[in-house]
């Protein structure tokens, strides 16, 4: 089955974060696709790439 990918893609992208003693952050980001991401050709089936980014900083 052939898949029909695109090349960008719109999104929310809802996260968090937490600063750690005086000099370390860390936080969580998801990011929600508002369209499909590809679609099969053929058929009707699609799918939605969802991610999880985790994020550390130091602050000199």
Do not use: M
Request: proline letters at 2%; a positive charge.
């Amino acid at each position: 089955v052939k898949t029909d990918k695109k090349k960008a893609e719109v999104g929310i992208n809802v996260g968090a974060g937490v600063k750690l003693l005086n000099h370390l952050q860390v936080g969580a980001n998801y990011n929600i696709p508002l369209g499909d991401t590809a679609k099969f050709e053929g058929t009707d089936a699609s799918y939605k790439t969802k991610t999880w980014q985790v994020s550390v900083a130091y602050i000199f």
